[in-house]
């Protein structure tokens, strides 16, 4: 009964069009009200201690990080020496776009910051040199959803703190199914491209590579010295948030002088506005995490999936199936926050890392982002390359499906996580 009503009255809430922060909030209060405990003083603390997390303080400098890595120029670069060094092959700049979001991810984390970045350089240009703008736009947003899985991720440092999972941990287990997903999608493009008759751009010279790969050095930078500060202890996720930002802000004011102080103001502001949205997001959660844990839900959860705790895989892939399925209509935060603490102690019950499930949740989320009707990066596509929303639809289908391969391959073979892992925090 108990689990109806969390349901339902997020369901409600959310129906009627209530922001899910505040439907979040009235599906605490009608389980507190249910459990006969309502006191506006417990949600108040369970509010406020929501958001006072020393972790969480990754997510403003992560989001200012790849504000300024747009508006400063580094995406810019990025793009620039993709183009350089594939734009000439058949169906070359959508791998273009690929390889640029797997570098810009390792930037940021955002999902929506880089697909706006890339959607605004790279659609003219594909539709211009003859490729099919809606496949084009559906590229770049399933291109775009590697970023939260990509270290440094905001997805894993939101579930890091609802799961209490080691965050430096999960940056490091993102790196290699982050790079698969963009194979996968290299693959899938490869396919639809060479149907295709398109204009392919002059090669670049061997001078014109040098001169890109200078001119994106510093750019590349970043994600180095996240990874290896990361791998060597030498600073906490938070702090590399910190780096980030501060790195971020010296090349695009100092080294290539893009950002001028008169935009900072701005840049700073639009920053703030989306940590503000995720900040309460996280805030309004912990008070249905706590009363998720009162009630005892977790335990009716285990109940309702013992036949699958015998055989772990089966479980995760019933699990998975059940993402996919909230990912169709909600979006990766806030399935991020309620359904973390439902499931964090089914899969420690099944004896499953919580490491490994963490990498294929924020997966399954990530996708999630470009799952219709919802699916947030393709409303970012749709509005800059100014499309319908169904047709971008159409044409993220390929590239989601084999997205979906590769999340369900890790599934089937743990090991293309964890031996990396093991590898990487010795």
């Not at 959860?301 to 199936?321: A, C, E, G, K, T």
Request: hydrophobic share 60%; with cysteine; proline share 6%.
């Amino acid at each position: 009964m108990t689990v109806l009503i969390f349901v339902g009255a997020l369901l409600a809430a959310m129906a009627i069009g209530m922001p899910i922060a505040y439907s979040l909030l009235f599906s605490g209060v009608a389980l507190m009200w249910h459990q006969d405990l309502f006191d506006p003083q417990i949600l108040a603390q369970n509010v406020i201690n929501g958001a006072d997390s020393f972790p969480l303080l990754a997510i403003p400098f992560f989001m200012l990080a790849g504000e300024v890595m747009n508006v400063g120029g580094l995406s810019k670069r990025i793009v620039g020496l993709a183009i350089a060094l594939v734009g000439h092959l058949r169906g070359g700049l959508g791998f273009v776009a690929i390889i640029s979001a797997c570098m810009m991810a390792a930037l940021s984390g955002s999902a929506v910051a880089d697909t706006a970045a890339l959607a605004a350089l790279l659609l003219p240009m594909m539709v211009k040199a003859g490729h099919d703008k809606a496949r084009a736009g559906g590229l770049i947003a399933s291109a775009g959803i590697i970023a939260p899985v990509i270290p440094p991720s905001i997805g894993f440092v939101v579930f890091g703190v609802a799961a209490n999972v080691s965050i430096g941990k999960l940056f490091l287990a993102g790196i290699v199914p982050g790079l698969l997903m963009g194979v996968g999608i290299a693959i899938a493009w490869w396919i639809v491209a060479s149907k295709e008759a398109v204009t392919l751009p002059p090669a670049s010279s061997g001078r014109q590579k040098l001169v890109a790969l200078k001119d994106s050095l510093w750019a590349l930078g970043l994600p180095v010295i996240v990874l290896f500060g990361l791998k060597f202890g030498v600073f906490t996720p938070t702090e590399a948030g910190v780096v980030a930002a501060v790195y971020a802000l010296f090349v695009a004011t100092v080294v290539y002088r893009e950002l001028r102080v008169s935009q900072l103001y701005t840049v700073f502001v639009s920053a703030a506005k989306i940590t503000s949205v995720i900040m309460f997001l996280v805030a309004a959660s912990m008070v249905s995490a706590w009363l998720i844990t009162v009630a005892n839900i977790p335990e009716q959860v285990i109940d309702m999936l013992s036949p699958f705790m015998d055989n772990p895989m089966l479980l995760l892939i019933v699990i998975m199936l059940l993402v996919m399925v909230v990912g169709t209509a909600m979006d990766m935060m806030p399935t991020i926050l309620i359904l973390t603490p439902v499931l964090m102690p089914v899969i420690r019950e099944a004896g499953i890392d919580p490491v490994y499930f963490g990498v294929l949740f924020i997966m399954n989320n990530a996708i999630g982002l470009v799952t219709p009707p919802v699916g947030s990066v393709l409303n970012v596509v749709a509005g800059v390359g100014k499309m319908r929303l169904d047709a971008v639809a159409r044409g993220v289908l390929p590239f989601m499906l084999a997205q979906f391969i590769v999340m369900f391959l890790l599934v089937f073979f743990p090991q293309i996580v964890m031996v990396p892992l093991h590898f990487l925090t010795k």
